[in-house]
């Protein structure tokens, strides 16, 4: 089918267009954006910097994606936001391209819903089938694995991991790494308090792989037992470690190597981190 690009709108001739695209009125696409077939953008949509985007992509009113990472130490450098397929992106919703740190680049998943004014910061990672709810605001080098939903109005300190099926209810100020398939909140205090159970169950997982999920969570965040001495148990016990279990200990073992309870914290001390992107 034929793009529809409204002439209301300012699409930049040197941009990569795929086909079947929609552009709505008062629209900003930038030189450097290869935007996939089958996006569309409703209106006052800017797509800027060096922009990557799938195809298939919603985005709605006043969102703006690939803008300079607010980073002080970013020099208008060609870092990137690398965007996957069958996205949504609501009202006012904020994606920055990444800083001169890690990889230089943001990137985001397939199949994700980005509800209004929600904030994706510079270097942040986003899996699969992920739920930001309206007001999320993510720091820069969060990351947040597959099918994790974080509720309205929560911000994530810097750094921080959120695990795969993890959920974090609203107004939640994350300063800690939430592990895989647990539910975290609080405020000023916040903490993991219980196993997404209803997350798991909606997600398939059989009732004997949920009831060591809840075991583990027993184990370590009310009798707060050593992970060693956890994770020692239960390969004592079980003749084979469910792929669940085995993903869970491991990003504990990470949180637990890192600073802060967040475990990508490391990452802040290796060589590369602070390398240059290529112009």
Known sequence: MPRKISDFS?????????????????????????????????????????????????????????????????????????????????????????????????????????????????????????????????????????KAIISGNTVVHQFCSIGTMAFVSGGCRVVIDVPPFMLGSGTDDFKIHTVNLVGLKRSGMSQETISLVRKVHKLVYREFKPLEEVKAEFLDNLAVIPIELSSLFTFMEKQKAGKYGRGREAIRLLPSFHQKAAA
């Open 10 to 146: 300012q699409v930049d001739p040197r941009a990569e267009l795929g086909d079947d695209i929609e552009i709505g009125p008062f629209c900003v696409v930038g030189p450097h954006v290869k935007l996939g077939s089958g996006c569309k953008l409703d209106s006052h949509v800017t797509l800027t910097g060096h922009t990557t985007i799938g195809e298939n992509n919603r985005f709605m009113a006043n969102s703006v994606i690939g803008g300079e990472p607010q980073d002080l130490s970013y020099k208008n450098s060609p870092t990137q936001v690398v965007i996957g397929s069958g996205n949504q992106f609501r009202e006012g919703v904020t994606v920055n391209r990444g800083a001169d740190k890690e990889d230089h680049v943001t990137r985001i998943g397939n199949n994700n819903v980005f509800l209004a004014n929600a904030h994706v910061g510079h270097n942040c990672n986003i899996g699969n089938n992920v739920m930001l709810v309206n007001g999320v605001l993510l720091g820069g080098h969060v990351h947040v694995h597959d």
